[in-house]
């Protein structure tokens, strides 16, 4: 077999190349030229030799490396070309290779991209593998002061306030390797520090971009200045709404409570039996509108994490004993029989007040759904680590689908919208938010005509990290 010739087997190959390449002495005139620069330049590599560079490069080759220059074709138009420039040396001549890559559709690619990031309507920054930011948008100016040159270039944790730059670091690597763990539009709180020196309270939406060179990070930084504005303003809001409330509806309700409490104290001759009925209405009417007052002040410290559980070791036994007590007069009034089982004691670690306020919840919906001739059943018991509150009752019941929506706040049943049972549907949900804020659980069996059991469980001891 015959060896193929070096100089042919040469050409081949230099002809293969998938780029224009060209070779130019020292006086700038093409000496190479391949077979590709008929499809890059649309002229003949043969036609080429002895013409100058400038025919199909217009400005000057001054460096080697990869550039890019506008190169032009035989028809006179232009395109943009990468063109990677080495030096070669032979028999003491010296010569530069340039290797001309098309990059019309990248470029073209890159400017619609660019387009999109400056018609984002936040501040947006890419960065690379390097956490190095390579693309800016001009919103990084106009909302935080930082011209676009001088954060290209430069590593993204230069913005970061809050966390430190370190854990910016961390964070954009632990996303760099496994992003698309990290749904789509997943924000996080962090400062940054404006370009004036002051920080400023944003949000960062993190979205991976999967491009020829790798995975790139596209951070969206919203600012939040004037959302916390607004958030602070509103929670001075309410809270005034929540001391109005408290002052306006509490103050004449207990004064008319207490009042009807006097006025129960007269003796029949200065009050008849018919007026001391219709007090007796007054009254409970008072107590309830209290009840619900309480009730919504509760809610609102619940909404805002504002509850305060002041725990400590404390015997559910009296505090049982307390509530039903005070709950055994209503009973007696509806005609159910209420009973008190307890242990010698019982210890739990929590806010006696919050709990007397889950157990007076839990019997008044049991009193509230007993029919008279019912029974209700509070026990106290221990149970391991956990102390128990109980409420039984031979009431109404509620169903399986029901019981999913018991602790939903304003829920009511349908039985109790049938019987006009009065109530507003936060009992409940707030029975569960005091319990869960105490690390216990709230518990709930029931049967349709049969009755209700709820469940309460409050550890016994302090937590460890408590």
Known sequence: ??????????RGVFDAVPDAVVVVDGNGAIVLANARCGAVFGRDAAALIGEPIEVLVPEPLRSTGLVRLPARRADG??????ISLAPIQVDGTSYVSAIVRDVTARVRDEERFRSLLEAAPDPTVIVDRDATIVLANNQMQDVFGYPRAELVGRPVDILASTPGPAEVRERIGRYLVEPDLVPMGYTQEFRILHHAGHEVPVEIGLSPLHTDEGVLVSIAVRDVSERRRLEVESQQLRDELIATVSHELRTPLTSIIGYSELMGDLDDGDLSRRARKLLGVIERNAERELQLVDDLLTMAYLDDNRLRIDRRAI???PLARQVAGD??????ERGLELTLVVADSVQ?????????????????????????GG??????????????????????GVSAEEKEKVFDRLYRAPSAIRGQVQGAGLGLPIVRAIVEAHDGTVDVESEVGVGTVVRVSIPRERPADG
């Not at 077999?1 to 040469?10: Q, R």
């Not at 709950?327 to 007696?332: D, F, G, P, S």
């Not at 919050?354 to 759904?369: D, P, W």
């Open 327 to 332: 709950a055994n007069l209503r009973a007696r």
């Open 1 to 10: 077999m015959e060896e193929p010739h070096p100089e042919a087997l040469l």
């Open 315 to 317: 015997d559910l036994v």
């Open 77 to 82: 138009t232009e395109f943009s070309a990468e």
């Open 348 to 372: 739990a670690y929590g806010d006696f007040y919050r709990l007397v306020q889950v157990l007076e919840n839990l019997l008044t919906n049991a009193l509230k759904f007993t029919a008279p």
């Open 375 to 396: 029974r209700i059943d509070v026990a106290v018991r221990n149970d391991g680590p956990m102390g128990v509150l109980e409420v039984r009752d031979t009431g109404v």
